[in-house]
């Protein structure tokens, strides 16, 4: 089984909706990330949180919200989805500084 | 600001050739370093990193980066690319509490 897990895989909602994605690692891991990837630029970061009381926000934050329920599960929401929200969504775990990556959500809004 | 800086876009290269993808950084104490590389529709494998001690770093699939602290560079090399190689790759540095990633390269092997 993949040690972190992201649900759904992939997504089409329209302009407005709450979505949430989910993320789940089974490594034990404190700290957990929310990047998303845009053609040609790469990843950049929107949240990360070192465990359940600590919550950051990353470069890119404006227009999503996490909550870290529990040390394995991290979840980011977007209260009302935008186009430009369109991405691929990766969650990752980490313990110090080597990073794990989920296999990604691809979230399209219309 | 951090920011990692890949050069190149994309990297057209034949089958047996030898491979260099480029990587600078800007930071001002010394990051740690990482390659990973995405397949077509698939999620970020770690290809190697550089934390300390020898700047020569061995990884997977036969890739090797090598850090230099003067140049704030963490290349990474493949002395014979394979055709399973093409995928796109990303440089990474870690600093602070967070990892700052390049643009990435997309690596294109021709038979």
């Known amino acids: 089984d993949a040690d972190v897990t992201q649900t759904p895989r992939n997504r089409i909602t329209k302009t407005g909706k709450r979505i949430m994605l989910e993320c789940s690692q089974t490594?034990?891991?404190?700290?957990m990330y929310w990047y998303r990837q845009d053609p040609g630029l790469g990843l950049r970061l929107i949240y990360y949180?070192?465990?359940?009381?600590?919550?950051n926000k990353g470069e890119i934050s404006d227009g999503y919200s996490v909550s870290r329920q529990a040390q394995a599960k991290f979840s980011l929401s977007l209260e009302s989805a935008i186009p430009n929200q369109t991405a691929l969504y990766f969650c990752?775990?980490?313990?110090?500084?080597?990073?794990?990556f989920g296999p990604g959500t691809r979230l399209t809004v219309l | 600001a951090q920011s990692v800086t890949q050069p190149d876009i994309h990297i057209t290269v034949s089958e047996g050739a030898s491979l260099e993808l480029r990587c600078n950084y800007s930071?001002?104490?010394?990051?740690?370093l990482f390659w990973y590389v995405q397949s077509p529709g698939q999620g970020l494998q770690l290809l190697l990193k550089?934390?300390?001690?020898?700047?020569l770093v061995q990884g997977i699939k036969g890739f090797e980066a090598e850090f230099k602290r003067s140049q704030s560079s963490f290349n990474l090399r493949k002395p014979s690319v394979h055709w399973s190689d093409a995928a796109e790759y990303f440089c990474?540095?870690?600093?602070?509490?967070?990892?700052?990633f390049g643009t990435g390269t997309s690596l294109t092997v021709i038979p």
């Open positions: 949180s070192f465990d359940v009381k600590d919550i």
């Open positions: 930071y001002g104490a010394t990051p740690y």
């Open positions: 490594k034990g891991h404190d700290r």
């Open positions: 550089y934390f300390s001690g020898d700047t």
């Open positions: 990474a540095v870690g600093a602070g509490n967070q990892f700052y």
């Open positions: 990752a775990s980490a313990q110090g500084f080597e990073q794990f």
